[in-house]
């Protein structure tokens, strides 16, 4: 069992920039660092499908991005208690959202939410005009 807990998120004027975490831990002990999973960041506005943001695999080597968010948001990763980060710059009002993190076992990441075993609550990111 993987518990994913996110944090970083708020309001924010478009133009500017916010960064938000994600600390994955086995349950229950959450002083263990997880092994192995990729992980992914998920966002969902009001009204629409639940879309893919960015992924990592497991190494760091291998990133991978939604078209929307090429070149302005930055995904990355630490293993020092196996925390995902999504930097997110040039920030637009389309990109409000509640931002979920999201890891699966093995190396590499994937695009669609049903290749991920679990889930995090997710942390409101909110863009003003």
């Known amino acids: 069992q993987v518990q994913l807990v996110e944090s970083g998120g708020g309001l924010v004027q478009a133009g500017g920039s916010l960064s938000v975490s994600c600390a994955a831990s086995?349950?229950?002990?959450?002083?263990?660092?997880?092994?192995?999973?990729?992980m992914g960041w998920f966002r969902q506005a009001p009204g629409k499908e639940r879309e893919f943001v960015a992924g990592i695999s497991w190494s760091g080597t291998m990133t991978n991005y939604a078209d929307s968010v090429k070149g302005r948001f930055t995904i990355s990763r630490a293993y020092a208690g196996n925390t995902a980060y999504l930097q997110m710059t040039s920030l637009k009002p389309e990109d409000t959202a509640v931002y979920y993190c999201?890891?699966?076992?093995?190396?590499?990441?994937?695009?669609?939410?049903?290749?991920?075993?679990?889930w995090g609550q997710g942390t409101q990111v909110t863009v003003s005009s």
């Open positions: 999201a890891a699966k076992s093995g190396e590499r990441p994937v695009t669609n939410g049903g290749g991920y075993d679990f």
């Open positions: 086995n349950s229950p002990f959450p002083e263990r660092t997880v092994v192995r999973y990729a």
